[in-house]
């Protein structure tokens, strides 16, 4: 945490170099309000900590690490569209307090943007720029095919299995963090299996992430997540606490989780109700024990950003 206290203001200033407003205003606004939400820049972090371990000089990673933060809020930014969630940190959604077409069109400046800033700002050789560039845009199809995986989850009545939930974070959350790991390895030019061995780690600490994510999203207290809570019960999203919970289940308290399960029209009651449940069977407890064993798992699983 040091290294971002300590580069905080740097990187800000990168997002300000690198996100400045042009004509016309409406486009930037919309990035420049996701970019000030008070984020936790944990992907720069990575990035930054990776690079620093393997002796490398943190400030000439620095548009990297600003890189992958602007890429991240790209992904948020229409992550929240088809989420169809009306808070991220305590305030609107940016297509709630923009709109819809601004949100998208926003959302690709800050795709073009992070790319732009790799080629454009990196102290290092072609060969390397061209490897962190090749790292990215895969991990981008992953998280396309990720996303749509969760859509898919979401829509079909079937309750997925923990390892199809499993392949779905990584993909979506997990391979971010890989590949931010991953590029703090291969800009401090170290081997394929240094590379290797932080992307892994990355990897499980996203899947780690995204489970402790999902738990938050459906018992965490909204004044401090700054998220709609049980909008992901509302939505029908198949998330590890979802997926206990409806096997554990018994009698009528399965068929009220399953009543409300996915009923976009649910009342705070209800949700509140199903919420309830869940405690009662100890999921909280199960996601954190999992998130820990995952924690301590670094065995590789397949990459998809190679
Ligand atoms: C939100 O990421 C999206 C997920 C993968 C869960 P963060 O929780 O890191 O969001 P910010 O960057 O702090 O806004
Ligand atoms: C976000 O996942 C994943 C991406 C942005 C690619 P979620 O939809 O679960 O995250 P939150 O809860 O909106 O932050
Ligand atoms: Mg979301
Ligand atoms: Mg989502």
């Keep these: 945490m040091q290294i971002l206290k300590a580069y905080s203001e740097t990187l800000k200033t990168y997002f300000e170099q690198i996100l400045v407003t042009k ?42 690490a600003a890189a992958v933060e602007v890429f991240h809020n790209f992904t948020l930014m229409h992550d929240d569209i088809m989420d169809n969630d009306d808070l991220r940190h305590g305030v609107p959604t940016t297509h709630k307090k923009f709109d819809m077409p601004l949100a998208i069109l926003a959302g690709d ?4 943007k992070a790319y732009h800033t790799i080629s454009s700002k990196s102290k290092l050789s072609s060969n390397y720029t061209t490897q962190l560039i090749t790292k990215l845009s895969k991990a981008c199809v992953a998280i396309c095919e990720g996303q749509v995986d969760d859509i898919k989850l ?20 997990a391979v971010l963090f890989e590949v ?57 999203k198949k998330s590890l606490p979802i997926l206990l919970a409806i096997r554990k289940a018994r009698g009528s308290d399965k068929k009220k ?29 199960d996601g954190q024990r999992r998130e820990q064993s995952l924690r301590d798992l670094l065995e590789p699983t397949t990459s998809h950003v190679g």
Excluded: W
């Excluded at 008070?38 to 000089?57: E, V, Y």
């Excluded at 400046?109 to 073009?112: D, E, R």
């Excluded at 009543?259 to 999921?283: P, Y």
């Design 257 to 285: 989780i399953l009543r409300v399960f996915g009923k976009s029209n649910a009342t705070r009651t209800q949700i509140n109700e199903v919420v309830d449940i869940i405690r009662s069977l100890g999921i909280g407890f």
């Design 23 to 64: 004509d016309p205003v409406t486009l930037y606004e919309p990035i420049s309000y996701i970019m000030s939400l008070g984020a936790k820049r944990i992907r720069p972090l990575m990035l930054l900590h990776t690079h620093k371990i393997f002796g490398g000089d943190v400030k000439s990673v620095l548009p990297l």
């Design 154 to 173: 979401a829509e079909n009545k079937r309750i997925p299995t923990e390892s199809e939930y499993i392949k779905m974070i990584e993909k979506k959350t």
């Design 180 to 236: 931010s790991c991953a590029m703090g390895a291969i800009s401090a030019k170290k081997s394929t299996k240094d590379v290797k061995n932080l992307s892994v780690f990355g990897r499980n600490l996203g899947i780690a992430f995204q489970i402790t994510d999902d738990l938050i999203g459906i018992m965490g207290d909204t004044k401090v997540t700054g998220k709609a809570v049980g909008n992901d019960i509302r939505e029908g």
């Design 109 to 112: 400046v800050l795709y073009s």
